[in-house]
């Protein structure tokens, strides 16, 4: 087994649908992952998810739509008869066995023999830096280990396509970060198809190939992580990817943008670091300092414009020092991007 000859399998879902009585868990959604992407899933929670990594893993059953994977319909074969391994947040090891023990489990639940699965488990702990942890038990290791031990034992079954649901929420900052760099690390060698999912917009970010946008059971929006930041097509992925602000009076977007003629039917949205002050008489939308804070490497400043919208902006050392609160300025908004309303 070597980084270069993992099989690199892409997944199709084609108007996946899935309801829990009431609740539209998902609702018709489509994507394609291709092979040896890292794929992201991000939204809010609640926004379906889980319900569709379950789904790719055979978990969940839709209720209506076709899922595959390569070039094979999956949608009825059992999560052990498909190519995917899941990595968890709670990390579902088991607490009796040591570290080898539980990277061998999923091989030998596939019917693999103790002598049969050590080469493969050796693998992959070197993978994960724990090749000299194999005979602890895996409650004396710390919370970024036992989840690289989670992540060895998905791994080494060689499964094609990783599956993670919110991987490193239980850990802390530090540990997150270094651990996230690994993960991904160690999915560039070994290749397999990833799909993530996470609702931390860094996170998503940082990681991934590509980023499939989710609310209320939909992907919004799907691209790259700079194709995403750069062009968010709605309000709504302008504001959870960027904390952007989001202007609808055409009054107020023609003061900040400086220009009579505005897009039919767009809204516009404004990320803190794209809000400037004007000169004097040099135009911009009227507004007042209505909350500061310093907040080390930038300075956050609230404004409110006469008709009660809020629009947040950071400002770097150069901010001007005079925006105490309830003071009145004049803001324009730099680059701001033209989106599609709220729906
Ligand atoms: N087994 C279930 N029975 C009933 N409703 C469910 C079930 N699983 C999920 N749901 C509902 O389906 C919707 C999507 O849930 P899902 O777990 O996929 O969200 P999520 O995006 O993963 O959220 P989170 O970030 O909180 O984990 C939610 O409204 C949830 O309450
Ligand atoms: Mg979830």
Redo the contacts with the bound molecule.
């Keep these: 087994m070597g980084g270069t000859s993992a099989q690199k399998i892409g997944i199709r879902l084609d108007e996946v649908s899935v309801r ?2 009431e ?1 539209v ?1 998902l609702d018709r959604v489509s994507l394609a992952v291709h092979p040896g992407e890292f794929f992201s899933l991000l ?10 990594l379950r789904v790719i893993g055979g978990f969940e059953a839709p209720d209506a739509g076709r899922v595959f994977i390569g070039d094979e319909e999956v949608t009825k074969v059992k999560p052990q008869s498909r190519p995917t391994a899941m990595v968890f947040q709670s990390y579902a090891l088991f607490p009796s066995m040591t570290v080898s023990e539980n990277v061998a489990y999923g091989l030998r639940s596939r019917g693999r023999s103790k002598r049969d699965a050590e080469p493969a488990v050796l693998v992959a702990l070197g993978r994960v830096g724990l090749e000299e942890l194999g005979d602890r038990s895996v409650t004396q290791l710390s919370g970024g280990q036992q989840q690289r031990v989670a992540l060895a034992r998905a791994i080494a079954v060689e499964p094609g396509i990783l599956l993670f649901d ?1 991987p490193l929420s239980n850990l802390d900052v530090a540990l997150r970060e270094r651990t996230r760099r690994e993960l991904r690390a160690v999915q560039r060698e070994v290749g397999y198809t990833s799909v993530y ?1 996470t ?1 931390d917009q860094q996170e998503a970010l940082g990681l991934s190939d590509r980023i499939a946008v989710m609310r209320d ?1 939909r992907v919004i929006q799907t691209g790259s992580p700079e194709n995403l930041y750069a062009e968010p097509e709605t309000s709504y992925v302008a504001s959870f990817l960027g904390g952007a602000s989001i202007v609808t009076d055409p009054s107020e977007m023609a003061a900040l943008t400086g220009r009579e003629e505005l897009p039919a039917g767009k809204v516009l949205a404004v990320r803190p670091a794209g809000l400037v002050v004007a000169g004097d008489g040099v135009g911009g939308l009227p507004a007042t300092v209505t909350s500061q804070q310093f907040l080390g490497d930038h300075r956050e400043v609230v404004f409110a414009t006469r008709s009660g919208l809020e629009l947040k902006a950071h400002f770097s050392e150069q901010t001007p020092q005079d925006l105490s609160v309830g003071e009145a300025a004049r803001i324009t908004a730099v680059n701001p991007k033209w989106v599609l309303p709220d729906q």
């Design positions: 829990f009585g609740t868990a939204g809010p929670s609640g926004c379906g998810k889980s319900t569709l919110e999912v609702h059971g």
